[in-house]
């Protein structure tokens, strides 16, 4: 069965003007396209400073382009109804910790994102759907229904955005740094949790990363990302074996040797 693409970018620019009379202009991105077909996972890499949050965070509409164009099962982002547009694309972010507010338990955070994708619910019907989604990430629903964020790890968190990602069964997940704030211990879980969900569910995931051995190990497709724009995008063994750019080399370079032998 061939793959259909489920987001296409197209030509993508975001340019930031300031100064006293509007003459100073900084490149966020520049010119990117790609695509992303249905299923598969697709790495955007590079240094801080890159761009690829920038492209994160306008594919999930928290800001405008200046220029070009994104599908999404071949409509434009920018003219769908941003109800809808959230209940198929779902975002996981960096900080676990600060898409949290800390006076609400879990089973209150579950319940808002439960109302909002699914209008007519019944509370057996959700209370099922909490203990089954929790433990699929990998949770005692038990202990971790009643907790506050403060008496949960960083990585339990994670996976309780991604609990709460999947109540909307959702076609996209763009997973923005979700492995850098949390420990070591927790990071190689979360990304095979993340390897599951996508043979499980077939869920399409954006990666955002500047730990290219993560990429490695996650991605069918990676894209290198350096000053906003694309400098080199191709399968994963392609680009890690033959890379054709002197900075994908050198991003390469930091991965540890015995990391690169055995993968």
């Not at 382009?65 to 109804?81: Q, W, Y």
Request: glycine fraction near 6%.
């Amino acid at each position: 069965m061939i793959s259909q693409n489920i987001l296409k970018v197209e030509n993508l620019s975001k340019k930031y003007v300031s100064g006293i009379i509007r003459t100073i202009m900084t490149i966020g991105v520049l010119n990117v396209s790609f695509e992303l077909k249905e299923g598969h996972v697709v790495s955007l890499v590079g240094e801080s400073g890159s761009g690829k949050s920038t492209v994160a965070n306008i594919i999930l509409r928290f800001i405008e382009p200046t220029e070009g164009n994104i599908f999404f099962d071949g409509k434009n982002i920018l003219k769908m109804n941003k109800k809808k547009y959230y209940r198929m694309v779902q975002g996981i972010f960096q900080d676990p910790y600060s898409s949290f507010n800390s006076f609400y338990r879990i089973d209150h955070v579950l319940k808002q994102a439960y109302s909002y994708a699914r209008p007519n619910y019944t509370r057996s019907s959700r209370q099922k759907e909490f203990i089954d989604i929790l433990t699929r990430v990998g949770l005692d629903p038990y202990e971790t229904l009643g907790r506050y964020p403060h008496q949960i790890s960083g990585g339990q968190l994670q996976r309780i955005l991604i609990a709460r990602a999947l109540l909307f069964e959702p076609k996209l997940l763009i997973a923005d740094e979700p492995t850098s704030m949390i420990d070591s211990s927790s990071r190689a879980g979360i990304l095979n949790l993340f390897k599951e969900l996508k043979q499980e569910y077939n869920i399409t995931i954006l990666f955002i990363t500047h730990d290219i051995g993560q990429a490695q190990y996650l991605s069918d497709r990676v894209i290198v990302m350096k000053n906003g724009e694309i400098i080199e995008q191709g399968a994963t063994n392609d680009v890690f074996l033959y890379p054709k750019e002197s900075y994908t080399q050198n991003l390469l370079n930091c991965v540890p040797s015995l990391y690169r032998k055995w993968n």
